[in-house]
């Protein structure tokens, strides 16, 4: 477990001085919280969350669902325009304060969260943190144990630092992209797994969970700047060590397994479904042919690249012969490496999926189960998601915020509506 920042709070602040009392409802000093249920290795960890789209929030699910106490800051009239609350599965796990950081005493209030946090997480562009008053440096005098954690697609320093962008093009500029898809078509869209999630969020996470391990000998927090193009190109660190000793070939479709090897490919079956075979050693590859019907005396030679084609073109036309089913039927417990496609709806119904319960019903919606997994201390979905605001008053008050009754009748807060 990570334990709870119980550092001393800096003799200043930026609003003031540390014996000050703002209004009777923040105060500097440390405040006893109630201590939540064991429910994950996280249990204990408080992190403030400021509201985004993409990669923040979903780190901020991941912590959640591991046990931390993640308060979710959003703006008045906030959220996503992209799924209805309720099904907007990244905020799950915690509760959303609807806060106006344009506003003074809003930002009073982020700073008395922070004042008893362990980590922050925001993903503004570079700057608009420090225009709003809750930028590291003032973060940190606040609570010189923070972990700031600031997440970006470029990055907080370059020259595209300031500019807007999606993850499409953060993979792309990475190299990412152009291995993705076949060799006689464009770069495939890899959804955003890659670049947001993949190179982002996970990298967030691990830049966060590092820097808290280093406070807890040091005392000191620090800044994590977490930008996807960072981490995006840092998960092809062993493709450049192939391209660099001339493993890898730098076109799309043409290596071991971007697709270029007909017993690494996926193949269309028919009933127009697909199989996926990734029969790369030598002994799978044995079992895939024989389970084929097919004699490696007369298939072409794998080890020969100019035989490539005509070896696609023969297991392309002996997995069209039969559906997915029967191939399922076919290849059952067998060593070959072969998988049905699943949708993403069929997914969850897969019988290994489905008897390791990887997904769950909770609150009435399907969704994916907490990873990884704990043999001790076992994450668990707690609260489903919320809108905007929701949880403001209660959650305030959890977080020791007095007064929140004023603070709502003075519009500070609000309860999203």
């Not at 477990?1 to 119980?6: I, K, Q, S, Y």
């Not at 001085?17 to 405040?31: F, I, K, L, Q, S």
């Not at 006689?184 to 691990?206: S, T």
């Not at 981490?231 to 493993?247: D, F, I, N, P, Q």
Request: glycine share 12%; proline share 8%.
């Amino acid at each position: 477990m990570l334990p709870a920042n119980g550092a001393p709070r800096s003799s200043s602040v930026a609003s003031g001085t540390a014996d000050r009392e703002p209004a009777g409802w923040c105060h500097t000093r440390r405040v006893s919280m109630p201590t939540a249920p064991r429910r994950g290795p996280l249990t204990g960890l408080r992190v403030v969350e400021l509201a985004g789209i993409g990669p923040a929030p979903f780190a901020a699910m991941l912590l959640a669902d591991l046990g931390a106490d993640v308060i979710r800051v959003d703006r008045p009239g906030g959220g996503t325009a992209f799924v209805s609350p309720e099904h907007d599965l990244l905020t799950r796990g915690r509760p959303s304060v609807a806060v106006d950081l344009k506003r003074p005493e809003g930002v009073e209030v982020l700073l008395c969260l922070v004042d008893r946090a362990d980590a922050l997480i925001e993903a503004f562009r570079p700057g608009v943190a420090e225009r709003l008053g809750i930028g590291p440096e003032r973060c940190l005098e606040r609570n010189p144990r923070l972990v700031y954690g600031r997440m970006t697609g470029w990055g907080q320093d370059g020259p595209l630092a300031r500019t807007a962008g999606h993850d499409l093009g953060y993979v792309a500029a990475t190299g990412a992209l152009h291995a993705i898809g076949p060799p006689d078509g464009p770069p495939q869209i890899p959804v955003n797994w890659v670049g947001d999630f993949g190179g982002g969020a996970m990298y967030l996470v691990v830049g966060l969970l590092s820097a808290l391990l280093e406070a807890r000998d040091s005392g000191r927090g620090q800044v994590v700047d977490a930008a996807i193009v960072d981490g995006a190109s840092h998960l092809t660190s062993m493709v450049h060590g192939l391209l660099a000793g001339g493993a890898w070939q730098d076109r799309r479709g043409s290596n071991l397994f971007d697709g270029g090897a007909p017993f690494y490919a996926v193949y269309e079956t028919s009933d127009a479904r697909h199989l996926a075979i990734g029969a790369l050693e030598a002994p799978f590859y044995a079992e895939l042919l024989d389970r084929l019907e097919l004699s490696a005396d007369t298939v072409p030679d794998r080890e020969d690249r100019a035989a490539w084609p005509a070896l696609r073109a023969l297991i392309a036309s002996r997995v069209a012969g039969r559906s997915l089913a029967e191939w399922e039927a076919v290849f059952e417990g067998s060593d070959a490496c072969v998988s049905p496609v699943r949708s993403l709806g069929e997914a969850p119904d897969d019988p290994h999926l489905s008897a390791r319960h990887t997904f769950v019903e909770h609150e009435g919606v399907r969704q994916p189960a907490p990873a990884p997994r704990f043999s001790r201390t076992p994450g668990a979905l707690s609260t489903p998601p919320t809108r905007p605001g929701q949880d403001t008053r209660d959650a305030l008050q959890a977080w020791g915020i007095g007064d929140v009754d004023r603070l709502m009748a003075d519009g500070v807060a609000t309860d999203g509506e």
